[in-house]
T-cell receptor, first 115, second 111 residues
Framework: GAGVSQSPSNKVTEKGKDVELRCDPI?????LYWYRQSLGQGLEFLIY????????KSGLPSDRFSAERTGGSVSTLTIQRTQQEDSAVYLC?????????????FGPGTRLLVL | GQQLNQSPQSMFIQEGEDVSMNCTSS?????WLWYKQDPGEGPVLLIA?????ELTSNGRLTAQFGITRKDSFLNISASIPSDVGIYFC???????????FGTGTLLAVQP
């Protein structure tokens, strides 16, 4: 399929462990966004990439959260020393350009549970 | 983080009924969007609104962009069971076009 893919689909980890979440955007999409959806909440913006750079990191909740993007394609969201409040669905979206919300396509998400 | 106020939180209706949900913000947005999220999936865009006062339809869906640019509503006519899901409004924010989402409306349709 040509859509946004994310892995793993589900992740259960113990408090204090580090986790890495992966996003494979649609080929050729230059813009990439990470969002978090906590139980009973709407989606919250985390970070935006244009190419390999991240001009907007304003949504990252703490310095335990970081993300990188390589080759203008795959992105990895890393959460260090996970806490129970990090449990959520982490969604990735990609877009051909930075303009035009009509073209922001979402992946299925990674469901993270921190025990 | 910033969120839009969306109501109602949930709706339980009979098949064939019409549905209305709305979204308000304390901030102005130049673009309003409505998404639907099915279980285990990411949100899918239903309707995008670009101009204040704009009324746009997509099949049984109709959405309007408030003239103050601080609110929007979504109507679904003649609901069917596959309309079940969570509906989110979203505003497009800033030069990076990040989405600011509403709190969601859970729609349940009884056949």
């Amino acid at each position: 399929g040509a859509g946004v893919s994310q892995s793993p689909s589900n992740k259960v980890t113990e408090k204090g462990k580090d986790v890495e979440l992966r996003c494979d955007p649609i080929s050729g999409h230059t813009a990439l966004y990470w969002y978090r959806q906590s139980l009973g909440q709407g989606l919250e913006f985390l970070i935006y990439f244009q190419g390999n750079s991240a001009p907007d990191k304003s949504g990252l909740p703490s310095d335990r959260f970081s993300a990188e993007r390589t080759g203008g394609s795959v992105s990895t969201l890393t959460i260090q020393r996970t806490q129970q409040e990090d449990s959520a669905v982490y969604l990735c979206a990609s877009s051909p350009t930075s303009g035009g919300a009509k073209t922001q396509y979402f992946g299925p998400g990674t469901r993270l549970l921190v025990l | 983080g910033q969120q839009l106020n969306q109501s109602p939180q949930s709706m339980f209706i009979q098949e064939g009924e019409d549905v209305s949900m709305n979204c308000t913000s304390s901030s102005i947005f130049n673009t309003w969007l409505w998404y639907k999220q099915d279980p285990g999936e990411g949100p899918v865009l239903l309707i995008a609104l670009y101009k204040a006062g704009e009324l746009t339809s997509n099949g049984r869906l109709t959405a309007q962009f408030g003239i103050t640019r601080k609110d929007s509503f979504l109507n679904i006519s003649a609901s069917i069971p596959s309309d079940v899901g969570i509906y989110f409004c979203a505003g497009l924010s800033g030069a990076t076009n990040k989405l600011i989402f509403g709190t969601g409306t859970l729609l349940a349709v009884q056949p």
